[in-house]
């Protein structure tokens, strides 16, 4: 009865997981999202607010297994209530947490996250981060670390997030992800950790974002024992090409 009920709420969780990128044709996707179990603590979204303005969240609850998964049911519910408002991811992230912590507090339930909106027109990106840890902007000879800009969702009442801005161009890469990713470890007990990671970005850099993508998430999985994740791996990669690029 409950693998039923988890079978049950992993279909419900599947369901409500963006695929609106599917529709977007001015940037190249790629996407993996893989629950350590049936159901995942990771959620993320893709949203189009206006012709060549494009919203990235990603949003990783604190702890594993239905809690996590529980616990992205709320953050999915209070950020749909913010994802279209034309202010910037700074503002966004306050209001989010205004939110969930007037809402939830007694439940004690946090999340870090990150919002990135990207702005072909004005050809930069905005981004604001609550907790996450550092994200990547690729360029053609650097790799840029998109930090942290205040602190995780949920925990005090009167947060404030700072806000960065990057100037972007054709061929430029943004990837975001999970926690998943670099604390997945192998039969040492060894993370994949940061270092690892960025090493991977550095050699594979000119790839396109979904063989950047399928590259790491391969990666990963060689690194995880008997390919047995500790926590749930979540990949979203877009990436700005000259086709679209000039368009704008």
Request: include cysteine; proline fraction near 2%.
């Amino acid at each position: 009865l409950i693998h039923e009920d988890l079978t049950m709420a992993r279909r419900i969780q599947q369901n409500l997981i963006s695929k609106e990128y599917r529709e977007i044709k001015d940037l190249n996707f790629y996407i993996h999202y893989q629950p350590e179990s049936e159901i995942g603590g990771d959620i993320f979204d893709v949203h189009e607010l206006n012709k060549g303005y494009i919203r990235l969240f990603l949003a990783d609850a604190t702890g594993h297994g239905i809690q996590a998964a529980l616990t992205t049911m709320l953050i999915l519910n209070e950020y749909q209530g913010v994802k279209n408002l034309k202010q910037s991811p700074s503002d966004i992230l306050k209001k989010l947490n205004a939110s969930f912590y007037n809402n939830y507090y007694k439940l004690t339930v946090f999340f870090t996250c990150i919002i990135i909106d990207i702005d072909l027109k004005e050809k930069k990106i905005t981004y604001a981060s609550a907790g996450h840890p550092d994200q990547y902007l690729i360029f053609e000879n650097e790799i840029k670390p998109l930090q942290s800009t205040g602190k995780m969702i949920g925990l005090i009442m009167n947060t404030q997030y700072q806000e960065k801005e990057h100037a972007i161009h054709p061929g430029n890469k943004i990837l975001l992800f999970s926690d998943g990713l670099i604390e997945q470890i192998d039969e040492n007990q060894e993370e994949f950790g940061e270092e690892r990671l960025l090493n991977e970005l550095k050699k594979h850099k000119d790839l396109s974002i979904k063989d950047l993508g399928v590259h790491l998430k391969e990666k990963i999985l060689d690194h995880t024992f008997q390919n047995k994740l500790i926590d749930d791996l979540t990949l979203l990669g877009a990436e700005i090409t000259w086709k679209n690029f000039l368009v704008y």
